[in-house]
């Protein structure tokens, strides 16, 4: 994938995640930073980052609970580690360091 398809792609996906976050329920403060870069910071001061990186060609989350990568292949977002689809894992994640069980999902 070229970085210009993958960087609409990436920027697409994060415009999601951002409408995700902010209707699901969770105490959050995000801010869109320069970049394609989603900072959320949680009632407890905690921060988690959600990136592209280009080079890479994935959406990368830094949560407390540690780093996350994610490709596109077929239509979603999975992990590279696990296989975990995206909103799946930012759904666990966020739960985890809010204290606070959510669900996010994709809006289409």
């Known amino acids: ?18 409408e995700a976050l902010e209707s699901c329920g969770a105490e ?9 870069i989603l900072d959320v910071e949680f009632a ?6 959600i990136n592209r990186h280009a080079a890479a060609r994935e ?3 830094a949560a407390r609970s540690g780093g996350f990568h ?3 292949e077929n239509g979603r977002w999975l992990g590279t580690r696990d296989g975990v689809e995206l909103y799946a894992a930012l759904s666990r994640l966020v739960s ?3 204290g606070v069980a959510v669900v996010l999902q994709a809006q289409p």
């Open 96 to 98: 985890e360091q809010g």
């Open 1 to 18: 994938m070229e970085e210009a398809a993958f960087n609409a792609l990436a920027e697409a996906e994060l415009a999601r995640i951002e």
């Open 59 to 61: 959406i990368w989350v």
């Open 44 to 49: 407890d001061r905690s921060k988690m980052i």
């Open 28 to 36: 959050l403060e995000i801010e869109q930073m320069p970049g394609g």
């Open 70 to 72: 994610f490709r596109p």
